[in-house]
């Protein structure tokens, strides 16, 4: 089992900044990939960006490619969503998920494909 916590949400003004964290426990390891989702209200789930834990390779939506940078911290178990130049259409819950993951094919990007998920965190931006 993986227990994921999800931190740094809050209210901002459009164009401003903010960065979220994931704190990993549990059955981690070097063979995993974390993701970031988010859920506005009445939306479906989407995905935002993934890394995997060992190389750090990175995969982002095409709505936040360019704004939005994923990375980890090995060390900490730590994985951030920094988000610049914020819309407000960026407004949704922002939930952390997780995966094994060996590599050989295509960072997931489907919320089925993710075994375990935070609670998530609220992000408003206002215009």
């Known amino acids: 089992q993986v227990q994921l916590l999800e931190s740094g949400g809050g209210l901002v003004q459009a164009g401003g900044f903010l960065r979220l964290s994931c704190a990993a426990s549990g059955r981690t390891g070097s063979s995993y990939a974390i993701a970031w989702f988010r859920q506005a209200p009445g939306k479906e789930r989407e995905f935002v960006a993934a890394i995997t834990w060992s190389a750090g390779l990175t995969n982002y939506a095409d709505s936040v490619k360019g704004r939005f940078t994923i990375s980890r911290d090995k060390a900490k178990n730590w994985t951030y969503l920094e988000m610049n130049s914020l819309k407000p259409e960026d407004t949704a819950v922002y939930y952390c998920?997780?995966?094994?993951?060996?590599?050989?094919?295509?960072?997931?990007?489907?919320?089925?494909?993710?075994?375990?998920w935070g609670q998530g965190t609220q992000v408003t931006v206002s215009s």
């Open positions: 998920a997780a995966r094994p993951y060996s590599g050989g094919y295509q960072l997931p990007r489907r919320r089925y494909e993710y075994d375990y």
